[in-house]
Antibody, heavy 124, light 107 residues
């Protein structure tokens, strides 16, 4: 079964750090780009970060740039998000998602597999 | 950044109704648009990619159309399991932004 399982969420004080993990199974993890997406309580979805299959290309949302670091270990089938200098507004459910590419005449991406999410609460 | 505006934000409808949700992009994104369905406490589920291609396993009552800056998601005959929140997302450029969501409720 194709699956993504996040872990590492919890309660952290403002200014603190947390490392999220996403364990992949059921597919060739090293062949796929991956993303982190978050959702604040009662709010919509916000894309956070992207990493290519070889880690050669990385992007961040402006809201987390300089504070969050995305990484992956293809040997361990794992994706990570290191979060530092956390703020109240970082409180959210964090999802990892697989970045699939569908090709016909042209190629189009989409997030086809999502984890169940891990809750991060930033509060004093 | 490309902004996506969904309308309406809330929609009340009955089982069997035909409903349409619109997603407008602040600049042209070709067909780099996807639609997701999200139910409370669950992760989003991919419904449509490339603006109009149905993801495998998604019922045919869902359809998507559009290109450039205006896109629509249509559900031809609402079923009880379709009451959820729907999001569009553009994957034309980074940051890959989402619309604010459309909550579809039972009338």
């Amino acid at each position: 079964e194709v699956q993504l399982v996040e872990s590492g969420g919890g309660l952290v004080q403002p200014g603190g750090s947390l490392r999220l993990s996403c364990a992949a199974s059921g597919f060739t993890f090293s062949s796929y780009s991956m993303d982190w997406v978050r959702q604040a309580p009662g709010k919509g979805l916000e894309w956070v970060s992207y990493i290519s299959s070889s880690s050669s290309t990385i992007y961040y949302a402006d809201s987390v740039k300089g504070r969050f670091t995305i990484s992956r270990d293809n040997a361990k089938n794992s994706l990570y998000l290191q979060m530092t200098s956390l703020r109240d507004e970082d409180t959210a459910v964090y999802y990892c998602a697989r970045d699939e590419t569908y090709c016909g005449d042209d190629c189009y991406p989409a997030f086809d597999i999502w984890g169940q999410g891990t809750m991060v609460t930033v509060s004093s | 950044d490309i902004q996506l505006t969904q309308s309406p934000s809330f929609l009340s409808a009955s089982v069997g109704d035909r409903v349409t949700i619109t997603c407008r992009a602040s600049q042209g994104i070709s067909s780099y648009l996807v639609w997701y369905q999200q139910k409370p406490g669950k992760a989003p589920k991919l419904l449509i990619y490339a603006a109009s291609t149905l993801q495998s396993g998604v019922p045919s009552r869902f359809s998507g159309s559009g290109s450039g800056t205006e896109f629509t998601l249509t559900i031809s005959s609402l079923q009880p399991e379709d009451f959820a929140t729907y999001y569009c997302q553009q994957l034309n450029s980074y940051p890959q932004t989402f619309g604010q969501g459309t909550k579809l409720e039972i009338k």
